[in-house]
């Protein structure tokens, strides 16, 4: 998969979509930013679980996001690769399929293309 090209469409369609709920995708954005805010957890161990759950829902979209806030971030490979471990742990086969898309994500985002 082309995840560049993949999250362009993707943010595209969801943009054409806001204009049409504008008072939903205002409120969507806002319950994000308020969720992703450092409290206790700081908003990389946050971005870390919407990874678990989005490799757990098999959510393709959400994985691009996730991971792109990730390298923003600056989590590493290893980290990654931490977190996608305990996701196929508590998911099973379709989270192991899920969690290889998502390091493949990680690594087109991150140009780290081993």
């Given amino acids: 998969m082309n995840w560049k090209k993949f999250m362009a469409e993707t943010e595209a369609n969801i943009?054409?979509?806001?204009?049409?709920?504008?008072?939903?995708?205002?409120?969507?954005?806002?319950?994000?930013?308020?969720?992703?805010?450092?409290?206790?957890?700081?908003?990389?161990?946050?971005?870390?679980?919407?990874l678990g759950i989005a490799v757990a829902t098999r959510c393709d979209s959400?994985?691009?996001?996730?991971?792109?806030?990730?390298?923003?971030?600056?989590?590493t490979?290893?980290?990654?690769?931490?977190?996608?471990?305990m996701s196929t742990f508590m998911g099973g086969g379709p989270s192991f399929a899920f969690s290889a898309k998502a390091l493949e994500a990680y690594d087109e985002f991150s140009d780290n293309n081993l």
Avoid: W, Y
């Fill in 15 to 50: 943009a054409t979509f806001s204009k049409e709920i504008p008072q939903t995708a205002k409120g969507f954005a806002s319950m994000g930013a308020a969720a992703k805010s450092n409290g206790a957890l700081d908003e990389k161990t946050k971005e870390f679980i919407a």
């Fill in 62 to 75: 959400c994985i691009g996001f996730h991971i792109r806030s990730l390298v923003r971030l600056k989590a």
């Fill in 77 to 85: 490979r290893e980290e990654v690769c931490e977190a996608l471990e």
